[in-house]
């Protein structure tokens, strides 16, 4: 498919530093004095960094990518420094995308004799060894921003936690703003969607229990967000490589919050993929006043 990413010019480049702080998903880093996009997974291709950089070194270019696949972005990076590999491990660390960690360190087993370091201390250095990955905890607050750090997590049972049952959480991920959201995540590897308008779970009191439990959420508000067109393209990708099982689409009863349902009906038929789609609509008085598969 056909998506924006960041583009980094080598040659223009010099090393500030100002794209990194700006990039909301923390998916750049200086390494050996240059700029990296150091994990395609995060790049959500909307070019945040971009005004920041006093040299122009950084543009936002359209090209065919593939589905992630954590080998081959391996591939790559492994025949550029140690220090880039580094940091792109420790990057995947930081969004606890472990599973993707652990691609990526038997990627390096597997070729260990091909490359110019030693893998033992590429992972002693990030706190793994061959037999077992770890996280550090310190290193979930290193870099980027945290509130738009891709996180799965369970609730546990809710009177290990205190937690009043009718009270309780559902929400089993972050981010959850579809700006933020990264559709290569794992935890939305063939799940059941649930595409909420903001206003939902505030007048919906049964939120939780009736609509977001067993599903990922994601929220969006098609009055009020600006960058819309994005969302269809992350819907699309949601649907053709995250491969979800079913979406269901709650909005609220007043008119233009059906732009939400109308940009998930748009990406289902530019997708590859056929999904089915429920809509849940629900009143100003929090009742669900309609639910039907569209």
């Not at 990526?104 to 030693?118: K, M, P, T, V």
Request: glycine share 8%.
């Amino acid at each position: 498919m056909i998506r924006e990413i960041v583009r980094i010019d080598e040659e223009k480049c010099d090393g500030c530093g100002l794209c990194v702080p700006n990039c909301h998903e923390g998916a750049l880093q200086i390494i050996d004095g240059k700029a990296v996009l150091i994990s395609e997974l995060m790049c959500d291709g909307l070019g945040a960094c971009v005004g920041h950089c006093p040299k122009d070194a950084i543009t936002i270019e359209k090209r065919e990518a593939e589905p992630y696949d954590e080998r081959k972005v391996m591939e790559e990076l492994s025949k550029k420094s140690r220090n880039v590999v580094i940091a792109h491990l420790r990057h995947l660390k930081e969004h606890q995308e472990l599973e993707y960690l652990k691609e990526g360190i038997a990627y390096l087993q597997e070729h260990s004799r091909e490359l110019s370091y030693d893998v033992r201390e590429v992972l002693a250095s990030i706190g793994a060894s061959d037999e077992q990955t770890t996280v550090n905890p310190q290193m979930l607050h290193a870099g980027g921003c945290p509130g738009s750090r891709s996180l799965s997590f369970n609730t546990g049972s809710v009177a290990s936690v205190g937690i009043k049952p009718e009270v309780s959480s559902a929400l089993t991920h972050w981010p959850v703003q579809l700006h933020l959201i990264q559709p290569a995540a794992s935890h939305f590897l063939h799940c059941d969607l649930l595409v909420a308008a903001d206003c939902t779970a505030f007048a919906h009191a049964g939120f939780h229990g009736s609509l977001l439990a067993g599903k990922k959420l994601v929220i969006a508000c098609p009055k009020l967000d600006s960058n819309k067109e994005i969302y269809i393209e992350k819907f699309i990708r949601l649907i053709d490589e995250a491969k979800v099982n079913t979406i269901t689409v709650a909005i609220m009863e007043v008119p233009c919050c059906g732009g939400l349902l109308q940009m998930v009906q748009m990406a289902v038929q530019r997708a590859a993929r056929k999904v089915p789609v429920k809509a849940v609509v629900v009143g100003i008085r929090g009742d669900v006043i309609q639910e039907e598969w569209v």
